[in-house]
């Protein structure tokens, strides 16, 4: 099994509608991370989270809400989407100063 | 503030010829350095890191990176290309001064290897 797994793999919605996307993971890391990456753009932040009390938010929160429902579980929310929050999506996890670990993302079209 | 740059989108390279990926950062602390590689479809996959110590770092696949602090750079390199690296390679960058709080990514360069 996937050491950071992520669900869906894909997913298309309409306009206006509430998404979760979801991720575990199994590395025991305490710090975990939703990115987006868009061509040309690279991956941007958009929450990341130290802990189960502990969210914080990136460089591109609007629109997005985020929960941490225990340490190995951390959820993305979008509460209405709209087409340019199609994206390619990851969730990554890190401890301390080491490398962030990867899933392996979430395709979402929004139409 | 935190940033990097990988100032070329594309690189083509014959296979077997040495390889070069750019990446510059910027940070107020002392820099915690990473280059991954994305295949299509599929998440980030580390390929080396640079904490301290040598300036030249080996990770996966042959890959290695030259830490260069007087020119903010940690550009990656092999010595004999594969077609089976043609990919996009991320450069990222923790800031110490941040206290490592968040994951800098450059913007990408797609790795071109023709046979």
């Known amino acids: 099994d996937a050491d950071v797994t992520q669900t869906p793999r894909n997913r298309i919605t309409k306009t206006g509608k509430r998404i979760m996307l979801e991720c575990s993971q199994t590395k025991g890391h305490d710090r975990m991370y939703w990115y987006r990456q868009d061509p040309g753009l690279g991956l941007r932040l958009i929450y990341y989270?130290?802990?189960?009390?502990?969210?914080n938010k990136g460089e591109i929160s609007d629109g997005y809400s985020v929960s941490r429902q225990a340490q190995a579980k951390f959820s993305l929310s979008l509460e209405s989407a709209i087409p340019n929050q199609t994206a390619l999506y990851f969730c990554?996890?890190?401890?301390?100063?080491?490398?962030?670990?990867f899933g392996q993302g979430t395709r979402l079209t929004v139409v | 503030a935190q940033s990097v740059a990988q100032p070329e989108d594309q690189v083509n390279v014959a296979e077997g010829n040495p390889l070069t990926v750019k990446c510059t950062y910027s940070v107020s602390g002392n820099p915690y350095l990473f280059w991954y590689v994305q295949y299509p479809n599929r998440g980030l996959q580390f390929l080396l890191k640079y904490i301290t110590g040598d300036n030249l770092v080996k990770g996966s696949y042959g890959f290695e990176a030259e830490f260069n602090k007087s020119q903010t750079s940690f550009h990656l390199k092999k010595p004999s290309a594969l077609v089976s690296d043609s990919a996009l390679y991320f450069c990222?960058?923790?800031?110490?001064?941040?206290?490592?709080?968040?994951?800098?990514f450059g913007s990408g360069t797609k790795l071109n290897v023709k046979p």
């Open positions: 990222a960058v923790r800031d110490f001064g941040d206290n490592f709080n968040k994951f800098y």
């Open positions: 989270s130290f802990d189960v009390k502990d969210i």
């Open positions: 990554a996890t890190g401890r301390g100063g080491s490398e962030a670990f």
